[in-house]
């Protein structure tokens, strides 16, 4: 596991000079990208096998002590799925190295499942609160994963190169964040959010509610 110094490998300030008009043009492009993504995928099968929780380590489960977990880990199956379908995509293109990050990774639920089912890529943990890392990263030595790296900044200025972006609740306009993002660099998308049809994004693109 490695850990990016702070202020290393992101900006410090985000510019943002790009006009109305502009910014317009921008989101045009945007929802046009996310009807072809929608398309693409809409009818791909998915591979729902149950994860066989029992057999894994308590660290790899969501660790709220709460009768919410039977949810959470229903949700971390679901975007496991989409996930590998990504991956397996990604595969067949013979890349050097498939990098996944998870945009506001809290104390890495998300990701660290990710580190343990896909040993050959490399998960980056994006998260703001150093608490929240600082907690992963006791979770992720504990585990003896080695393919996690754990960035602290906010997602706008993360500026290394991925090829998957995953996010689970992420909160508000940050999920609108993730996906501009992560089609802005060509970069694969699953995604959980929170509230998902107040996302003005994901309803102007069609992609199907359930």
């Known amino acids: 596991m490695t850990t990016c110094e702070k202020g290393k490998g992101i900006v410090d300030e985000k510019k ?15 929802l046009l990208k996310m009807d072809e ?12 096998t149950p994860v066989e929780w029992d057999s894994l380590s308590d660290l790899l489960k969501p660790q709220r002590k709460s009768a919410n977990n039977t949810k959470k880990m229903s949700q971390l199956q679901s975007i496991l799925a989409g996930v590998n379908l990504c991956v397996k995509h990604l595969r067949s293109q ?58 602290l900044a906010h997602m706008e200025q993360f500026t290394g190169s991925f090829e998957l ?8 306009s940050l999920t609108d964040i993730v996906l501009k993002d992560c089609i802005k660099r060509n970069a ?4 959980s959010p929170l509230l998902l049809w107040k996302n003005r994004q994901l309803r102007k693109s069609g992609i199907p509610q359930k």
């Open 16 to 30: 943002d000079s790009d006009s109305a008009e502009n910014q317009g043009e921008a989101e045009k492009t945007l």
């Open 37 to 48: 993504i929608a398309d693409n995928y809409r009818y791909q099968e998915l591979d729902y």
């Open 94 to 151: 013979n890349l050097p190295q498939i990098r996944i990050v998870d945009f506001c990774s809290g104390a890495g639920h998300l990701g660290i499942f990710l580190a343990h089912n896909f040993p050959d890529c490399q998960i980056i943990l994006v998260e703001t609160k150093w608490g929240s890392l600082s907690y992963a990263k006791e979770r992720i030595d504990k585990l003896g994963l080695t393919n996690i790296t754990l960035c």
């Open 165 to 172: 972006g995953v996010s689970l609740h992420a909160c508000g």
């Open 188 to 191: 694969a998308i699953v995604s």
